[in-house]
């Protein structure tokens, strides 16, 4: 077990997800076996205002746990592992890496990086894929997360940071349109900052099921909008609709600060309220008070996973900020858009070269002159750089083909990827499989080496939350003997592969680093540091040297070089409006529960959290389980071409009756993402999670 450094207490942020909720652990004294070597307190911060949920007030069990990996694993032949020293393991890793290059070339070597790792450990990571493996195939998995909404910021904004204002903004918003965000399950402390709307009746929530935070509705008189899954497009161009011909436009912002309207006003026009009805489902009147609603003086819209995880995903949210321009919220003090970034450093993991076509800065790895400036940072020739790689699912599609050794740091794909199955089964076709992490995840599982690595409290960084401020993690805990952390081991493996430039281990050596290799860009770090973090600067990004960074983007101009913001026309696919019965198939949608994240590795080894959720259930209407014959409780196959998951039903009418709900964090053969599929969204390579077309049936014992 992990043992306390000192007996001052050290603030830090949760290791979960992008609220980056504020805590203090306090170092217990000589912990009993069995109990935890700190205590978490809430600590005040704009964000949390003190609060946490079950995930961060537990999250000091992870800590402690018995299935935590303190030596390097190798895999024997009989398909067993052994223990083996940290020389042996590294040296493993590198005769892989050679051996696979040597026959194969750069790219026959991959890195699949992850959206909780440090800004320190993402740009290392980027970094290393660039200069010490010479491969252009690196990429994370935020590519199942955020990128859409992000290809979207970019578009219309030039930028993309998740919210472009602090979240404290929308504590005084009239209006919240929050369209497929269960805040209340994934990150309830957020729920605070809806109470103004709330209070006013004004908070609008999009939402195929009657989620947690849709009922948060129910109380103050707003208002729920449950679109059949897929057809969120088709509703935000039918709201553009409406807001425009009941003539609730902004045309003075729009002739101001924005090109594109005249083409997206062209677009919409087709989307007369009773097409929108009879597409989404969701009645003219509700779409006409949701239209007048969102006239108000200080309006929000943010978009989640639940209309961003789509093959039109980008085009999607395109539409939402389309409707965010027309009305004149973007950049207007007391409005907005945003996107609510998921995984705890999903917005700074996204800007420091985990991206297959990305460097640091957010700087697009095809542009020589950000190729020269972060050379030349690094040290090597600009010529020597790789270019684009392959984005995520690509990427994964290559197992076994082009690509012979992959290096896993923080993600588990063999649950978070889709067609969980087909991953499977190209991990088991690599040479060499090498994952780092600080448990056994059913994709660690399958590696031949196994390299155990530090963990939130046992280490210094910083992590870039959903609003793009960076924050400092702090270290309250000496990692256990035999564990080692991820900076440590890239700059290992780079000195085994004769690599050039320098690589640090001490992290606030690394982000001066990235701060100097970030200068200039759009994500420009270049004016912190870590110890002027721990002065309790308020950091958010841009923060050139000189400046006292910027809370608030988009007040004068947008990202684009004239300064104005794109709106760009987009059409659903016809097929994905269609609402036509076939004989009973249902559609899946995937998310979340309160009490576990992600794909589970952590917190199915929580035991609070794992016995208030210990397995998948599947939410079905109580007329499609009387209809199939399903009771509650009943244990049910839910199927299609690619696999089969088993679970207990839970019969509920927060439904609706042609879709049934997964949460995705389990594995084996509860595992959602057996059933999705790997087609992605053409502009930013998103799968789709949340329309998959299944069959339910009854089924024997789980
Ligand atoms: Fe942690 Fe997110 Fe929960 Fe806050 S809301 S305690 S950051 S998991």
New binding site residues.
């Given amino acids: 077990m992990a043992t306390p450094l000192a007996t001052a207490p050290a603030d830090t942020?949760?290791?979960?997800?992008a609220?980056?909720?504020a805590m203090t652990l306090t170092p217990t004294v000589d912990p009993a076996p069995g109990t935890t070597p700190v205590t978490v307190t809430g600590r005040a911060f704009p964000t949390?205002r003190g609060g946490?949920?079950a995930?961060?007030?537990t999250?000091a069990e992870l800590l402690a746990s018995g299935q935590r990996l303190t030596a390097p694993l190798l895999k024997q032949a009989d398909g067993t592992f052994v223990e083996a020293s940290w020389e042996h393991a590294l040296d493993t890793v590198a005769a892989g890496v050679r051996s696979a290059q040597e026959r194969h070339g750069s790219d026959a070597v991959a890195v699949f990086g992850g959206g909780g790792l440090t800004n320190e450990k993402a740009y290392q990571l980027g970094k290393f894929a660039r200069v010490a493996l010479g491969t252009s195939r690196i990429d994370y998995n935020g590519r199942f997360c955020m990128s859409s909404a992000a290809a979207a910021g970019n578009r219309a904004f030039g930028v993309d940071r998740g919210l472009p204002f602090p979240v404290s903004d929308l504590d005084t918003a009239d209006t919240i349109l929050l369209l497929g965000s269960n805040v209340a399950a994934?990150?309830?402390?957020?729920i605070g900052h809806l109470s103004g709307a709330r209070s006013r009746a004004g908070l609008v929530v999009v939402d195929p099921r009657r989620s947690a935070t849709a009922r948060l509705t129910e109380d103050g008189g707003g208002t729920h909008l449950q679109p059949a899954p897929g057809t969120d497009l088709a509703l935000l161009l039918g709201l553009t609709h409406l807001v425009i011909a009941e003539g609730l436009a902004d045309t003075a912002y729009l002739a101001d600060r924005t090109s594109g309207y005249d083409a997206v006003r062209r677009s919409v026009s087709a989307w007369w309220p009773e097409r929108t009805a009879a597409t989404t489902g969701v009645p003219v009147e509700l779409l006409r008070s949701t239209a007048r609603r969102l006239a108000g003086d200080s309006v929000y819209i943010l978009t989640g996973r639940g209309v961003e995880q789509h093959v039109d995903g980008t085009d999607t949210a395109t539409a939402a900020i389309n409707l965010a321009l027309v009305l004149g919220l973007v950049g207007r003090e007391g409005s907005g858009y945003g996107t609510l970034t998921g995984q705890?450093n999903g917005q700074g993991g996204r800007e420091h070269g985990q991206k297959a076509d990305q460097l640091p800065g957010y700087r697009s790895i095809r542009d020589p002159e950000a190729r020269a400036h972060v050379a030349s940072v690094w040290g090597v020739d600009p010529e020597s750089l790789p270019g684009a790689g392959l984005p995520a699912v690509a990427l994964l599609g290559e197992l076994g083909g082009s690509v012979h050794c992959l290096l896993v740091h923080g993600s588990n794909v063999v649950v978070s990827a889709p067609d969980a199955d087909a991953v499977r089964a190209g991990l088991a076709e690599l040479d060499t499989l090498v994952v780092c992490d600080f448990f056994l995840s059913e994709t660690a599982a399958l590696a031949d080496v196994v390299l155990p690595v530090t963990q939130w409290a046992e280490e210094e960084g910083t992590m870039t939350s959903l609003e793009g401020r960076v924050l400092r993690r702090r270290r309250a805990l000496a990692a256990p003997d035999g564990v080692r952390s991820e900076l440590w081991i890239l700059s290992e493996l780079a000195r085994r592969l004769d690599a050039p430039s320098t690589w640090s281990t001490e992290p606030a050596e690394v982000f001066d680093e990235l701060a100097r290799a970030s200068a200039g860009g759009v994500a420009d770090y270049s004016g912190l540091s870590h110890a002027l973090l721990d002065t309790g600067v308020e950091a958010y990004w841009p923060f050139p040297v000189g400046s006292a960074g910027t809370p608030r983007l988009f007040a004068d101009r947008f990202g684009h070089a004239d300064g104005r913001a794109r709106l760009v026309a987009v059409t659903p696919d016809p097929a994905r409006t269609d609402v036509t019965d076939r004989g009973g198939e249902l559609t899946l949608v995937t998310g979340r529960y309160l009490q576990q994240?992600q794909s589970g590795t952590q917190t199915r080894r929580v035991r609070e959290l794992d016995d208030a959720r210990p397995e998948a259930r599947l939410e079905i209407h109580p007329a499609t389980a009387s209809r199939l014959g399903i009771g509650e409780g009943a244990v049910v196959a839910v199927g299609n071409a690619r696999g089969t998951v088993r679970a207990r039903a839970t019969v509920t009418a927060d439904i609706r009756h042609d879709t049934v709900f997964l949460p995705f964090h389990y594995a084996g053969e509860q595992c959602a993402n057996l059933l999705t599929e790997a087609a992605v969204d053409p502009v930013s390579s998103m799968p789709e999670f949340k329309r998959t077309r299944v069959w339910v049936r009854p089924d024997g014992a789980i």
């Fill in positions: 942020h949760c290791p979960y997800c609220l980056q909720c949390n946490l949920c995930k961060g007030w999250s994934t990150m309830p402390p957020f705890g994240y």
